[in-house]
């Protein structure tokens, strides 16, 4: 079966010099919660305080274990991230994992008031 996990990796962010900080900064508007989405490329986001982050993906992974699945999937998640984190040049450590399966996300049918 194929199984697919939004994942969320939160982390905060270590040493970051004067440089790093100006050029995070300036790119705040194209990485706040607002262009938050799950995608198989990930979404980098983090807070004007340059204290957090996130990285949102979207990962999907075809073990015959539901259990198995999320694991791997959180696994890759946190190497992308890792990623990253290092391609743009920035220090991070990792604080949480989560993953939501969405072949078990139950959708409501919308009530009229």
Not at 17 to 26: P, V
Not at 63 to 88: G, M, N, V, W
Not at 97 to 105: K, M, R
Request: hydrophobic share 40%; aromatic share 8%; proline share 3%.
């Amino acid at each position: 079966m194929t199984w697919n996990f939004r994942i969320t990796v939160r982390g905060r962010f270590a040493a970051l010099d004067e440089e790093q900080h100006r050029s995070l900064r300036a790119a705040q508007d194209d990485h706040d919660m607002l262009s938050a989405r799950f995608s198989p490329e990930g979404t980098f986001l983090y807070t004007p305080e340059l204290v957090n982050y996130q990285h949102r993906f979207l990962v999907t992974s075809d073990e015959a274990d539901r259990d198995d699945a999320e694991t791997l999937a959180s696994i890759r998640a946190e190497e992308l991230s890792d990623a990253d984190l290092a391609a743009r040049g920035l220090v991070g450590r990792v604080v949480s994992v989560s993953a939501v399966c969405l072949e078990e996300v139950k959708v409501r049918p919308r009530t009229r008031s």
